[in-house]
T-cell receptor, first 113, second 112 residues
Framework: DQQVKQNSPSLSVQEGRISILNCDYT??????FLWYKKYPAEGPTFLIS?????DKNEDGRFTVFLNKSAKHLSLHIVPSQPGDSAVYFC????????????FGTGTRLTIIP | DSGVTQTPKHLITATGQRVTLRCSPR?????VYWYQQSLDQGLQFLIQ???????AKGNILERFSAQQFPDLHSELNLSSLELGDSALYFC???????????FGSGTRLTVV
């Protein structure tokens, strides 16, 4: 039962353009969502998060959008840079006291110079 | 360096054997989490410890066990190993009241 789904295993984007990574979830109890970035031979690193009381959170080139009614979130990276090439994981949490994260299967983003 | 240290980085062992993976959390973090990442899979939650006590359990096999010691480091014990246990095992830590996990670089386990 995959409660967090990333349906695109890979994505290629031209440098300077916008990268949009998508994530869907099924569990309506999730109330906190995070994106992690992973380079080869390294552990995932936290990128950006959003609480279910918001629909947008921005941090520099990274913006996360949450559509609760559709149970969908997306990560926008603009402009995309070669260093953004990595695997991106979407994750969800059930709230305070339930810090366990449920991860998606990841999307491999390749930025083409 | 994320501050979370996992040893060893690589481990090759035979089926039926037992191994221990070690994790030292970031200084001050009380929670330790263990995740398993098999080929082309997301990270699967195994278990969480908070200040020495088990706090949450995921799809952890009975052959697997973990503990967190008084100095807050944690060990994941995998026994009666099978080929399907080959995976990356990640440890993460957090202060326990936020969601900002810090991950270690993982232990790659290969069972032959």
């Amino acid at each position: 039962d995959q409660q967090v789904k990333q349906n695109s295993p890979s994505l290629s984007v031209q440098e300077g353009r916008i990268s949009i990574l998508n994530c869907d979830y099924t569990n309506s109890m999730f109330d906190y969502f995070l994106w992690y970035k992973k380079y080869p031979a390294e552990g995932p690193t936290f990128l950006i998060s959003i609480s279910s009381i918001k629909d947008k959170n921005e941090d520099g080139r990274f913006t996360v959008f949450l559509n609760k009614s559709a149970k969908h979130l997306s990560l926008h990276i603009v402009p995309s840079q070669p260093g953004d090439s990595a695997v991106y994981f979407c994750a969800a949490s059930g709230g305070f006291g339930n810090e366990k994260l449920t991860f998606g299967t990841g999307t491999r983003l390749t930025i083409i110079p | 360096d994320s501050g979370v240290t996992q040893t060893p980085k690589h481990l090759i062992t035979a089926t039926g054997q037992r191994v221990t993976l070690r994790c030292s959390p970031r200084s001050g973090d009380l929670s330790v989490y263990w995740y398993q990442q098999s080929l082309d899979q997301g990270l699967q939650f195994l278990i969480q410890y908070y200040n020495g006590e088990e706090r949450a359990k995921g799809n952890i096999l009975e052959r697997f066990s973990a503990q967190q010691f008084p100095d807050l480091h944690s060990e994941l014990n995998l026994s009666s190993l099978e080929l399907g246990d080959s995976a990356l095992y990640f440890c993460a830590s957090s202060a326990g009241t936020d969601y900002g996990y810090t991950f270690g670089s993982g232990t790659r386990l290969t069972v032959v």
